[in-house]
């Protein structure tokens, strides 16, 4: 079964500056979908960035970028020049392309903090 | 698009009433998720549906919980009776097939049901 870690429970990153979130999988699969996904203290949940894995070339949106390194099993986030608006809690997903078969699984979560 | 929408976004309730969450997908999508939130449990998957059918439903944690999807703009979750430890925040999500034609996309959450059951 496919699984997702995050490693760091608790990040901080002062405003301005650039934050790596870690995560990695496990899978046996050669295709699949990983995603980021922030949530603010409304709860609500925001797709960030999205990477397929047939895709060579790592996602970028705007100051979001990933560091996807399918060998390693590594999906990390960069937050290039952190605003306070980024502070919010981050879940690293795996989504499987096998057919009929549909579930997100997400990582525990990484609680980001930026400070003024 | 108004993005996925649930209601309400806050329900208190009694242990033993019934509760009934509700959530509408985006329009033109044809699967529908239904998620729980605690900080014990993180984020788990309940139910999905594909088409208004259910798939998967190994996520419900017992009897008490049910859902359905009438049709494609609408779903309800609902428990019945309610306990405490049903007190959580519910998510609803929606996504559609991509392009290759037979696997499910991006999903989007919906701003979610924060329930409390005293």
């Known amino acids: 079964a496919q699984t997702v870690t995050q490693s760091q429970p608790e990040m901080s990153v002062q405003e301005a500056e650039t934050v790596t979130l870690s995560c990695t999988y496990d899978?046996?699969?050669?295709?699949?979908?990983l995603f980021w996904y922030k949530q603010p203290p409304s709860r609500q949940m925001i797709l960030v960035i999205r990477?397929?894995?047939?895709?060579?070339q790592n996602a970028t949106e705007n100051r979001f970028s990933v560091n996807f390194q399918k060998a390693a099993k590594s999906f990390s986030l960069k937050i290039s020049d952190s605003q306070l608006g980024d502070a919010a809690m981050y879940f690293c997903?795996?989504?499987?392309?096998?057919?009929?078969?549909?579930?997100?699984?997400f990582g525990p979560g990484t609680s980001l903090s930026v400070i003024p | 698009d108004a993005g996925v929408i649930q209601s309400p976004r806050h329900e208190v309730t009694e242990m033993g009433q019934e509760v009934t969450l509700r959530c509408k997908p985006i329009?033109?999508?044809?699967?529908l998720f239904w998620y729980r939130q605690t900080m014990m449990r993180g984020l788990e998957l309940l139910i999905y549906?594909?088409?208004?059918?259910?798939?998967?439903d190994s996520g419900m944690p017992e009897d008490r919980f049910s859902a359905k999807m009438p049709n494609a703009s609408f779903s309800t979750l609902k428990i019945q009776p309610s306990e405490p430890r049903d007190s959580a925040v519910y998510f609803c999500?929606?996504?559609?097939?991509?392009?290759?034609?037979?696997?499910?996309?991006?999903?989007?959450f919906g701003p979610g049901t924060r329930l409390t059951v005293l």
């Open positions: 999500a929606s996504s559609s097939r991509t392009a290759r034609g037979y696997q499910t996309d991006t999903q989007y």
């Open positions: 899978t046996s699969e050669s295709d699949y979908y």
């Open positions: 990477q397929e894995a047939y895709k060579q």
């Open positions: 997903a795996y989504r499987t392309l096998r057919p009929s078969y549909d579930k997100v699984i």
């Open positions: 329009s033109g999508h044809d699967y």
């Open positions: 549906f594909n088409n208004n059918v259910p798939i998967d």
